[in-house]
């Protein structure tokens, strides 16, 4: 809402003043419909993704976080009061912890983690009901840098509407689906850079600008196509044969592997996670690399955040913890990304955490 006399934009839930284009209140954490926009003159309005669908082929998006409907604590049912109806503990705000689920097979978990104050990674999911389409961004926001929780968001949600909103390829070869999603994901990860200095801008123009890691991956039929900046990753993790890197880190310890150093000893040196490219007004380089794969067998598509890989970096890794929460009996996407955000959190929870899930099913197509 907004004072009519003042033009301050006001959060509905608390009616605290809100940052035009934040997307929560920072008082109460409330979502605020559409983002807050302050007045102008003119009816121009930011790009939104759409609460519940939006474009004619079917497409569902994830609508924007709302108060969290389980407690963490404890698993009851959060009331309206946002309090659990069986331990009493207050929820997190939505900004800390949100989940995610367009459609059945595609699913997310956004969480803050134990350590931080704050939750600074971000996703936006979007995917069709026949599974031919699913779109999962992750962005992890530059802790270092004040407001990059605002980026993070900013970019996560503008770079899922552009890839939503590019027409489908119509060649169905495989090699003109590599080539249209590749060029999507590049124009995408420029809106994501765009909407990051967007914020910087609304902020002032800070000397230390809000930044964001990047990492969109594009499941159209038995293609996937990955662009990333920075350090959040994507695995395949097919269910009859080896798990998969489909990133690699644009980082310092990248680097230091590339020189011969192991992966254990590289990871064990204090610079491993200094990132070489973000996006925001000041990066050198928010280029995004792009990579794709056919896949031709049923599995899962995992996007996440260093929060989540940290603790399981290399693909194996990774897939024996996935197997074990899958035996545990958390098959559905936005079930198994909950638990691994739970067993992040378990392993010491010392960054925000974000793991997003397409199940690839392709016998069902």
Not at 22 to 43: I, K, L, N, R
Not at 218 to 229: A, M, N
Request: net charge negative; charged share 20%; glycine share 8%.
């Amino acid at each position: 809402m907004t004072d009519a006399a003042t033009d301050i934009v006001r959060c509905p839930a608390c009616a605290e003043a809100v940052v035009p284009g934040d997307a929560f209140c920072e008082s109460c954490g409330a979502a605020v419909s559409a983002g807050a926009v302050a007045p102008t003159d003119d009816d121009t309005m930011p790009m939104e993704l759409p609460p519940n669908g939006g474009r004619a082929d079917g497409t569902t998006f994830s609508p924007a976080p709302g108060v969290a409907d389980e407690c963490l604590e404890c698993g009851g049912d959060v009331l309206d009061d946002g309090f659990c109806s069986q331990c009493g503990k207050r929820a997190p705000s939505p900004r800390d912890h949100f989940r995610e689920s367009p459609v059945d097979w595609v699913g997310g978990v956004c969480d803050r983690g134990i350590a931080h104050a704050r939750n600074e990674d971000a996703m936006a999911l979007a995917g069709m009901p026949d599974r031919s389409l699913a779109v999962l961004v992750v962005c992890d926001g530059v802790t270092s840098a004040p407001d990059s929780d605002r980026a993070s968001l900013a970019a996560a949600r503008e770079a899922c509407a552009a890839l939503v909103s590019t027409p489908l390829p119509t060649s169905q070869g495989v090699a003109a689906t590599l080539s249209h999603w590749s060029s999507a994901i590049s124009r995408a990860a420029a809106t994501a850079n765009a909407a990051t200095i967007g914020v910087a801008r609304s902020l002032g123009n800070p000397a230390e600008p809000p930044s964001c890691t990047f990492v969109a991956a594009v499941l159209h039929r038995d293609v996937v196509t990955v662009g990333w900046c920075g350090d959040s990753r994507a695995y395949w993790l097919p269910d009859g044969g080896p798990a998969v890197a489909l990133t690699l880190d644009h980082s310092l310890g990248t680097e230091l592997m590339q020189r011969g150093m192991s992966q254990a000893e590289a990871e064990a040196d204090s610079t491993f996670h200094t990132i070489t490219r973000w996006l925001g007004a000041d990066s050198v380089d928010p280029t995004a690399e792009t990579s794709s794969r056919e896949l031709d067998a049923p599995g899962w598509l995992l996007v996440c955040s260093d929060g989540l890989w940290n603790y399981a970096s290399p693909p194996a890794a990774v897939r024996a913890v996935v197997d074990d929460q899958l035996a545990a009996g958390h098959t559905t996407p936005v079930a198994l990304a909950a638990a691994l955000v739970r067993w992040a959190n378990e392993q010491g929870g010392h960054d925000n955490i974000t793991a997003a899930l397409a199940r690839h099913e392709p016998s069902l197509r």
